[in-house]
């Protein structure tokens, strides 16, 4: 495994599905510089409450921030995913977004989850694969992408049944 080098940064007004494939596609090819053989795959996932892109917390008070904007809402996860060889040969990429509804939460639903520590890294605030569970009503799309990575994307990117 080879990280990324370089900012992750959504620019003003960036629709987020935009945003989430430009990004995974400048890390691919970041790392493609880099590698002389093999496969570079990258991804990006962001979360959107309309016009509103939420990257991940800068703290606990941004994760409760955030968790109170989810709050009896749906929003969108958005991955982008991007496959290329050596010095970006072949580059490819594709998007899944997945629709995903919060329960109303309580305040004390907010402290329990911003306590537990799991919100700090994660795009929107949460892990659904997680506590994070336990507060969402329902998932439309692809559960893989919520939880990181959307394998029927990848399938299909490198080309494996």
């Not at 990280?3 to 400048?26: I, K, M």
């Not at 559960?143 to 490198?158: A, D, F, Q, S, W």
């Amino acid at each position: 495994m080879r990280p990324a080098r370089g900012p992750e940064q959504v620019r003003p007004r960036e629709p987020a599905e935009r945003a989430a494939e430009r990004l995974a596609r400048g890390k691919a090819l970041e790392v493609a510089a880099r590698v002389r053989t093999g496969r570079v795959m990258a991804a990006d996932t962001l979360v959107a409450v309309g016009a509103r892109v939420l990257g991940k917390p800068d703290g606990p008070a941004g994760a409760a921030r955030m968790l109170r904007l989810l709050s009896g809402r749906t929003h969108r996860v958005v991955t982008a995913v991007a496959v290329c060889g050596p010095r970006g040969r072949g580059l490819r990429s594709g998007r899944c977004v997945t629709r995903v509804t919060f329960a109303r939460l309580t305040a004390a639903d907010v402290a329990w989850y911003v306590a537990s520590g799991e919100p700090m890294d994660k795009a929107g605030g949460y892990g659904i694969q997680g506590k994070a569970s336990l507060l969402v009503e329902r998932i439309s799309g692809s559960y893989t992408n919520v939880v990181g990575l959307p394998m029927e994307l990848v399938r299909r990117l490198i080309g494996r049944p």
